[in-house]
């Protein structure tokens, strides 16, 4: 909700395919790449308490690969951003978001997928909560060239 408060902060009225792709990229990455792996890392925790998250409900395997569909669904939709906010130098975002999807979520998020282990949990959790600044970063370096 921050996020499109802020867009609608800087855009008086936005075009709307640019606000439901925006919106469609921070839910797949708040739950893919925060709420679903941090849970996943309490799991204990939160079954001794009742707390019905989706590694509670779902288990540990199905759960990061929720959360890996989901991941991959915010790096793909970062490719959109272009042709709905008719980004200047489409292709040196591309490249550079192809390059932060790579770095802050899809390489952690792979070994998270193959370890299963409470570290490469909260590493994927780490990196992924630097991957909307770096977008966002090359997003505003590119507005300005």
Do not use: K
Not at 122 to 143: Q, T, W
């Amino acid at each position: 909700v921050g996020g499109m408060a802020g867009v609608f902060a800087v855009m008086s009225a936005p075009p709307l395919l640019f606000v439901l792709c925006f919106a469609l990229w921070a839910f797949a990455w708040e739950v893919g790449c925060r709420n679903i792996p941090n849970d996943w890392s309490d799991l204990d925790e939160d079954t001794s308490l009742g707390i019905r998250t989706i590694p509670v409900r779902f288990g540990r395997a199905l759960s990061s690969r929720i959360s890996f569909s989901l991941m991959s669904l915010t790096v793909l939709v970062s490719f959109l951003f272009p042709l709905v906010a008719g980004m200047r130098h489409p292709l040196l975002y591309l490249a550079g978001a192809a390059a932060a999807g790579a770095v802050f979520l899809v390489v952690p998020g792979v070994r998270w997928l193959t370890a299963q282990s409470n570290e490469s949990s909260l590493h994927f959790f780490n990196r992924a909560c630097f991957y909307p600044l770096v977008v966002f970063a090359i997003s505003a370096a590119l507005a300005v060239v």
